[in-house]
């Protein structure tokens, strides 16, 4: 079975600009949430999405956005890019969701905003 | 304010011993925690899932424990070896649904 798939793996962009990032969960797996990673904040919980519904969320301001489609890839957007954005950002799947079940983690996309 | 420790920072082990690293959190009502080990420049890879109500979970030479009455986990990696060398992370999943990370403990294991 394939594993948690992230595309694009590498992205540079400039400050203002905006950013998509696409994630491809595990077949079967419905629930998919996102992370950022950073140095200086370590993992930090973005949002959850579940049959294309928003769960939960995390402490990010609202340029941080996320949708889910009907089979299950989820894509998270980022708005008016700041320096702070670079990161490595990872998504994860789970059958049922983050309360009951063992995420698996995609490679990640790193951001770097310039 | 719900936090999630991990001590030491950083382990070097000798190749072929034992070793325990330590996970503690401030809230005792919790969901689950989760191990996971993450190799330079990649992702995450689960390694044990211990829910609320199990005291244990073992998988091949790693064993994990969960005391919530002391916020405590340990996961403990019998006869090391030097592919074990990474950055080991655990989560915990709090009654209010919030994932927190702590920052790891980077393993390196001696040949």
């Known amino acids: 079975k394939a594993g948690v798939t992230q595309t694009p793996r590498y992205l540079i962009k400039t400050r203002g600009q905006q950013v998509t990032l696409s994630c491809s969960p595990i077949?079967?797996?419905?629930?998919v949430s996102w992370y950022q990673q950073t140095p200086g904040q370590g993992l930090q919980f973005l949002f959850e999405?579940?049959?294309?519904?928003?769960?939960n969320k995390g402490n990010f301001p609202g340029r941080f956005s996320g949708r889910q489609f009907s089979n299950s890839r989820s894509e998270m957007n980022v708005s008016t890019l700041e320096l702070g954005d670079s990161a490595l950002y990872l998504c994860?799947?789970?059958?049922?969701?983050?309360?009951?079940?063992?995420?698996?983690f995609g490679p990640g996309t790193r951001l770097t905003v310039l | 304010k719900q936090e999630v420790t991990q001590i030491p920072a950083a382990l070097s082990v000798p190749e072929g011993e034992n070793l325990v690293l330590n996970c503690s959190f401030t809230?005792?009502?919790?969901?689950?925690l989760q191990w996971f080990r993450q190799d330079p420049g990649k992702g995450l890879t689960s390694l044990l899932l211990?829910?609320?109500?199990?005291r244990e979970q073992t998988s091949g030479r790693l064993n994990a424990s969960l005391d919530k009455s002391s916020g405590r986990s340990t996961l403990y990696i019998a006869a090391s070896q030097p592919g074990d060398s990474a950055t080991y992370l655990c989560?915990?999943?709090?009654?209010?649904?919030?994932?927190?990370f702590g920052t790891g403990t980077r393993l390196t294991i001696i040949p």
């Open positions: 077949s079967g797996h419905r629930s």
């Open positions: 994860a799947s789970s059958l049922g969701g983050r309360l009951t079940d063992t995420q698996y």
């Open positions: 211990i829910q609320s109500s199990q």
């Open positions: 809230d005792s009502a919790i969901y689950n």
């Open positions: 989560a915990v999943l709090f009654g209010n649904e919030k994932l927190t």
């Open positions: 999405y579940f049959s294309e519904t928003q769960r």
